[in-house]
């Protein structure tokens, strides 16, 4: 039986490459976890439209909303690892561990992660006609009047929320979490003046911002926004080194083989490179920016150990 089993794994073994150099003869599936039209599957149906060139099959866009995301990343982790399924993840996926008690799967080690996509950062963002003039003012009055100063996000447990408390922790502050359904309301909110700020991305607030409803206090990248060249970020304003950035990424399940990792990479970093998919992803208030498949590894691993750090000082429980 012990030479039986050799002798099968290294026909398996065999086979793999044979498949694998002939990657992909049909098309390929392109789970996500949220709703169709939403940031996550414009992104996604963007690049499957041009990878679709680099692989010569197409690419199909299936949303699975549900549960953060998690419900794709589940189907994800248990189809077959031969490329014909991948998941476009977002930050949600670093940020479950820290929130569900009990994932159906190990957010790490059941993917075999391809590349990153694109980076987004948040808005902080007020009423044009607040009485926070800047990112200091809004600080400073949440300092000396703890637990009055009213933040809107997307929802709780979103990358929104979280980027909050991660700015709360490290301002040593503590803001009035008021959740919303979606981006949408958040900005109904502010608004109408039912909370102070809100924490958004650029797709979500930056029509407003131009049109003069909206007035953006901070940014929280690394650098300015290009198209708002005015407002500065967090690190230069109120807290150095202080960054929150969402992401979007590809992944497909571990174990997936090499080469056919690889040709997955290589239509990634070809799609993004491509002054339409870069001006795109750009016109949605992201960075395009691209990775290994090692990259992409440790940046999620890392990631999901900074979002339960936040849970944990925020004092949030895993349900």
Do not use: C
């Amino acid at each position: 039986m012990r030479l039986i089993a050799t002798l099968l794994a290294a026909l398996a073994a065999l086979a793999a490459p044979a498949a694998a150099q002939d990657f992909p003869n049909r098309p390929i599936r392109v789970l996500h976890g949220f709703a169709a039209g939403g940031n996550a599957d414009i992104v996604a149906r963007i690049m499957a439209e041009e990878m679709r060139k680099t692989l010569g099959q197409s690419l199909i866009v299936e949303p699975r909303p549900g549960a953060g995301g998690n419900i794709a990343s589940q189907a994800t982790a248990r189809s077959d690892a031969d490329g014909y399924t991948i998941v476009l993840l977002t930050t949600a996926h670093a940020i479950s561990p820290a929130l569900v008690k009990s994932l159906n799967f190990d957010p790490v080690a059941d993917f075999q992660f391809l590349s990153m996509v694109t980076d987004f950062p948040f808005f902080i963002v007020v009423n044009e006609a607040s009485r926070f003039r800047t990112i200091q003012d809004l600080v400073a009055e949440a300092k000396a009047k703890p637990g009055t100063v009213t933040a809107g996000t997307a929802g709780v447990g979103t990358g929104h929320h979280m980027g909050l408390e991660l700015m709360s922790s490290a301002l040593d502050v503590k803001f009035v979490h008021v959740p919303y359904r979606g981006d949408s309301g958040a900005i109904t909110g502010v608004l109408g003046n039912s909370v102070d700020f809100i924490i958004a991305p650029g797709a979500a607030v930056l029509s407003s911002i131009e049109g003069g409803k909206l007035r953006a206090l901070a940014v929280t990248g690394p650098q300015r926004w290009p198209a708002t060249p005015a407002v500065p970020t967090l690190s230069e304003s109120v807290s150095p080194g202080l960054q929150m950035m969402a992401w979007i990424g590809f992944a497909a399940p571990k174990d997936t083989p090499r080469p056919v990792v690889d040709r997955l990479n290589t239509a990634i970093r070809q799609a993004v490179d491509t002054p339409d998919v870069r001006a795109r992803l750009a016109s949605l208030g992201g960075y395009p920016s691209t990775s290994t498949p090692e990259e992409m590894t440790r940046r999620v691993a890392e990631q999901i150990t900074l979002w339960k750090d936040v849970a944990a000082k925020a004092g949030m429980q895993a349900q």
